[in-house]
C-alpha cells in the first residue's frame, strides 16, 4: 500500500463518522502535513456513501494542532441538489475540533470550456533537472519529488530578502502514484511557505484556510497518471503576521488541474 | 440608515442564532446578491459577543437559493486560540441550509510587512471615468458606483467571445458608506460573472463557493473610508461547468486590502 494511501485511510465508526490516524510517512515539524490533513477530510465525502459527483471545491481551516496519533472525522451532506452537493467536514481528537472543512462536489456536463491562465512556456523536462535536496526536512517532504525550475527551498536562511517568492516546480507523490482527488489536495499544500522564499528567513509558520478548486474532473487526473504536475506559485501580500499564497497545478499537457488559495500565518 | 446596514442587520434569537432578512435593495434576478448573503454571515460572527479579533479569512458556499424573505443564522465559533479564533456559519430558511460558511478571526500583531503583487499603475482616476451604465440590471448593482478602467460589462451580449475576461474597475458603495468588514466581503462578489465578459453570452451563473482574505485591519479600512477601491479581476479556467476568478481590492494608495476567489457553476 503507498504511505499516502495508508495516511487517508478512514474506517467509518457510525453515521457520519470516521475514524484516523496520523501517519509518520506525512509528520511535518509537529504533527502531520497540512495536505494530509486537508486530503483526510476531503477523503471522508470522497468515500461517503450519500456521495454525488466529484469535488468542485474544498476549503479546510486548520483551527489548532494535530497531535500524533488516532482522529474522528465527521463528514456530512448538508445539502443535495439535482447536481450539485455541498459537504461540511470537522476532524477532532478528544472531543476538540482541530480542523474544520467545506467542500462542493459536482457532476459537470460538457459544457463550452476554455483555458485563459496559461502555464510558463518553454520549461524543461522533470527528467532533465536535479531532484530537490530534501536531506534535514521533515518526513512529509521525503513523499515528494520537487524539481524546481525556478525559485527553490534556499540553502541557507541567510536573511537576504528577495524581490518575489515565485517558485515553478514539477512534483509528483514519491513513490510515483496515480493522481486522484484526494491526492491533488494534498499537493496543493506541498509548496513551501513563501515568506521563507521572500526573506530567507525561517520564521515559524502556519496555514490557517486552504481553499482548491478542482477544474479537472476524474478523466483527466487518470490521464495524468503518475507523472508530476507542474506547480506555479505565488505571494500576494505579507502583512502584519498573515500572507496568502496562491497556487496553480497544471497537468503536462498544459491543462489547468487545480487552482489553489492559502492564508498563513507567520510570527515574525 | 445606510440599505447594506439594513441588509446586514441581524437580531439574535437565542444561543448561537439569529435572524434577518433579504433586502430589496440587494435583490438580484433571483433571491438576494451573493455579496450580502456573505456579508451577513460574517456579520454573525462579527456581533457575536465572544468575537476575538478581525476576519482575516472567509469562505461562503451557497447551497441553494435564498428566497425573498427572513431567515435564520447561526454562527459557533468551534475553536478560540490565543490570538485566532475560528467559526462555522449556516443560513436556513424553514430549516433547510441555504448557505454555510467558515471564518477565521485573528488579532493580528505589528511584523514585517511588505507587499508582493501589485496594483495596475498609472490609472485614472475614478471621477475621471463614467459612471458604468446599470439600467436594466438588478436592484443589488445600483448600489454600487463602478467605474471601469478597462473590461467593462459588454453593452450586449452579441456571443463575440474575448480573449481574456479581465477588468480594473472603480467601486464603492453607492450612496458612499465607509468601508468595514462586511462591506469589504459584500464588495468582493460584486465583480461580473467572467463567463460573461469572456463569451459575451448570457449564460445562466451561480457562485457555488467564495474564499475572501482580508490583508487590511480595521485601520486601514477606517484610512480608506468611502472612497472608492481598485478592483482587478481575471478568471483562470473555464471548464464543463464551473470556472474561478480572482479578484484584488486595493486601497488608492495601493494597498492590497483583499484577495478573493470564487468557483462559478455556469450553465453551458
Redesign the interface.
Known amino acids: 500500500m503507498h504511505p499516502f494511501d495508508a495516511a487517508v485511510e478512514l474506517t467509518p465508526t457510525h453515521d457520519d463518522y470516521l475514524r484516523g490516524a496520523t501517519h509518520p510517512a506525512y509528520a511535518n515539524m509537529v504533527g502531520p502535513f497540512g495536505g494530509t490533513t486537508a486530503a483526510v477530510l476531503l477523503q471522508a465525502a470522497l468515500r461517503h456513501p450519500a456521495r454525488l459527483g466529484d469535488p468542485?471545491?474544498l476549503?479546510v481551516?486548520f483551527?489548532?494542532p494535530i497531535g500524533d496519533g488516532a482522529f474522528d472525522v465527521q463528514a456530512r451532506a448538508?445539502?443535495t441538489?439535482r447536481s450539485?452537493q455541498?459537504w461540511?467536514m470537522?476532524l477532532s481528537q478528544d472531543d476538540?475540533?482541530?480542523a474544520?472543512?467545506?467542500a462542493?462536489f459536482?457532476k459537470?456536463?460538457?459544457?463550452?470550456?476554455?483555458?485563459?491562465?496559461a502555464p510558463p512556456r518553454d520549461l524543461p523536462a522533470p527528467h532533465a533537472l536535479p531532484e530537490a535536496t530534501l536531506a534535514g526536512r521533515p518526513a512529509w517532504v521525503h513523499r515528494y519529488d520537487m524539481r524546481f525550475v525556478e525559485g527553490p527551498l534556499p540553502d541557507a536562511f541567510d536573511d537576504s530578502?528577495q524581490p518575489?517568492?515565485r517558485s515553478v516546480v514539477w512534483v509528483r507523490d514519491e513513490p510515483p502514484r496515480p493522481l486522484d482527488f484526494a491526492s491533488l489536495a494534498a499537493l496543493c499544500d506541498s509548496f513551501f511557505p513563501?515568506v521563507w522564499m521572500?526573506?530567507r528567513t525561517r520564521t515559524a509558520i502556519g496555514t490557517?484556510?486552504l481553499?482548491t478548486?478542482f477544474?479537472a474532473?476524474a478523466p483527466m487526473l487518470a490521464a495524468q497518471g503518475d507523472r508530476p504536475v507542474l506547480g506555479v506559485v505565488?505571494?500576494?501580500?505579507?502583512?502584519?503576521?498573515?500572507f496568502?499564497h496562491?497556487a496553480?497545478l497544471w497537468d503536462d499537457a498544459g491543462r489547468?488541474l487545480a487552482?489553489s488559495?492559502q492564508?498563513v500565518?507567520?510570527?515574525?
Not at 459537470?108 to 491562465?117: F, H, L
Request: charged share 25%; net charge positive.
Open positions: 468542485v471545491a476549503t481551516n483551527a489548532a448538508v445539502r441538489n450539485t455541498h461540511t470537522a476538540h475540533v482541530a474544520t472543512a467545506t462542493v459536482a459537470r456536463r460538457s459544457t463550452w470550456s476554455a483555458p485563459e491562465a530578502e518575489h517568492s513563501r521572500r526573506r490557517v484556510s481553499t478548486y477544474h474532473d505565488r505571494a500576494q501580500a505579507f502583512r502584519d503576521g498573515y496568502d496562491s496553480q489547468l487552482s488559495h492564508l500565518y507567520y510570527r515574525e
